[in-house]
């Protein structure tokens, strides 16, 4: 599934493979590198609630679509993190952002006219409003879990030690009983491999906190949209996910935990099916993007700035997910670097990492005049302007990037309220837009920028933070790789800020680790 992280990394650990892409198959003959499975005994069949019923093959039961459990409406709350990590990875934890992957080569196409992109009767999405920034959850005392998630907790803790095999069988189930998905996948799944079911155990594990769940399913199911994904595809991923299951959790399967499976899983896809259509209604599946300029701050690190084909809504602090022609249906995610701009234009800044794939391909081969796709804009790490509270922001190498949106989104609004930046860095290469900050710094009187480098101060991010203050009055903000922002929380939670007031885009690993 697609899930986000910290801000622009590209690892391959992070949300954006994403399952679901339509329109160009993998190169003939190319192989899923999975085992073919037996076909055993088929599993009851999952089909999305108030759709018609969808007959599998022969030998399928039916299940009557009211057998789903019903989903409790989440308020307006937020959805993942700052743009690199996981769960966000499925469910409500801190974390960062997506990452990216390996090698491979597809076809580079022309620039689209604008009337290449898919047509809407409705009129192009205004801006949104600004969601209420995603929080790290207020410590309570654990709720006694359902029937259902005792069940599946109790599932997935015996499969927990065979997950490579489970991923394994899950992938070559889909792929033999369901070969026409097989195109939607990337060519190689070497990074996608894990994410679709990580994705769908996490957010089965936590169904019961559905505060958190319910909004991050929906922006799952709105970002889906760009793979193609339709509604009659979840049946068939959730018939092989209770497939795969039930091949490995050979001493707790049983009817009862069948059926739990099922409803939780038709309870998800759901959520997810229903965000998708509502979407639908106003804004396009993805966007098409221009590359204007590319400017190489570094060795591996590069500014690229793309004009979108229609008008792109987006709130400060927020990211989305690239796809570059050189590597079709695989997505990254990357956060704006700005504000939203008067011309229109969009930027993000991408850093380069070993083995990949989008990361090099917008730092080394991206030129002005190429084409990328664009997803929907995503996250939660946004200001709240009804509120004078000082903002306290850390970010890490390119985790700058929706930080420096954030100052110029306080900016515009007029409000004098006191913002203060520590921009963290292992050596000064990796403060490559510190002048940038230091700009900002002089212009506003409000603004504080201090930059920490790990290598001159042998003094990490966290601990130095800890050195100023008070900040009881301030709202964090933080966004990096993972484990900054997992030491950040800490340390903000050390000196006294409430958890209530430290946000961050990373659900999906919050969720993961059960916080």
């Known amino acids: 599934m697609d899930a986000p992280t910290t801000t622009s990394a590209d690892s391959g650990s992070g949300g954006g493979g994403g399952w679901f892409t339509p329109r160009k198959a993998p190169p003939a003959g190319a192989s899923t590198d999975q085992e073919a499975p037996s076909e055993g005994r088929r599993v009851t069949p999952i089909r999305p609630v108030g759709r018609p019923e969808r007959i599998s093959d022969d030998h399928a039961e039916t299940v009557p679509a009211q057998s789903a459990a ?19 990875q499925p469910g409500p934890h801190a974390a960062a952002r997506p990452h990216g992957a390996q090698h491979g080569q597809g ?7 604008h009337s290449a992109h898919p047509p809407h009767s409705a009129p192009p999405a205004q801006a949104p409003a600004a969601p209420r920034a995603e929080t790290t959850p207020r410590p309570a005392p654990a709720p006694e879990a359902s029937p259902d ?16 095999k489970v991923t394994s069988y899950f992938y070559a189930l889909l792929f033999v009983r369901h070969p026409e998905l097989r195109p939607l996948f990337p060519a190689s799944m070497d990074t996608q491999r894990d994410r679709l079911l990580k994705a769908l155990l996490t957010a089965a594990e936590h169904a019961d906190n559905k505060n958190v769940l319910v909004p991050y399913l929906k922006n799952l199911g709105r970002g889906h949209r760009k793979y193609g994904t339709q509604p009659e595809h979840y049946p068939a991923v959730g018939e092989c996910l209770i497939g795969a299951l039930t091949r490995y959790a050979t001493t707790t399967w049983d009817q009862e935990t069948e059926a739990a499976w099922v409803r939780t899983y038709t309870t998800i896809s759901q959520v997810m099916i229903d965000a998708a259509a509502a979407d639908e209604l106003r804004a396009p599946a993805w966007w098409y993007g221009e590359v204007v300029s590319h400017d190489l701050r570094t060795s591996d690190i590069a500014v690229v700035t793309v004009r979108p084909d229609q008008p792109y809504p987006f709130l400060a602090g927020q990211y989305t997910s690239l796809e570059t022609p050189w590597w079709p249906r695989i997505w990254r995610h990357y956060s704006f670097a700005s504000a939203p701009r008067s011309d229109g234009l969009l930027s993000f800044h991408v850093k380069a990492v070993p083995a990949g794939w989008v990361s090099n391909a917008l730092v080394h081969r991206a030129r002005p005049g190429d084409v990328i796709r664009l997803g929907p804009p995503s996250g939660s790490m946004t200001v709240d302007h009804s509120s004078d509270s000082g903002l306290l922001c850390l970010g890490g190498g390119t985790g700058i990037a929706p930080i420096k949106a954030l100052v110029e989104d306080v900016a515009e609004h007029g409000q004098r309220r006191p913002v203060e930046v520590f921009y963290g860095a292992r050596t000064d290469h990796d403060l490559y837009d510190i002048d940038t900050m230091l700009r ?13 480098v790990d290598q001159q101060a042998h003094l990490q991010l966290p601990d130095a933070v800890r050195e100023y203050g008070p900040w009881n009055e301030y709202d964090a903000y933080l966004s990096g790789p993972p484990g900054m922002i997992r030491n950040g929380v800490d340390a903000l939670r050390d000196i006294g800020i409430p958890v209530d007031r430290i946000r961050h885009d990373s659900v999906e690993e919050l969720v993961a680790t059960g916080n």
């Open 440 to 452: 900002l710094q002089q212009t506003h009187p409000w603004l504080a920028v201090r930059p920490i």
């Open 107 to 113: 076809p580079s196409p022309a620039h689209p006219p």
């Open 70 to 88: 019903p989903v409790a409406e989440a308020a307006p709350a937020p959805q993942y993190a700052s743009a690199a990590g996981t769960p966000p």
């Open 149 to 164: 998630a005792r069940l599946i907790r109790r599932t997935l803790e015996e499969v927990g030690p065979d997950a490579d």
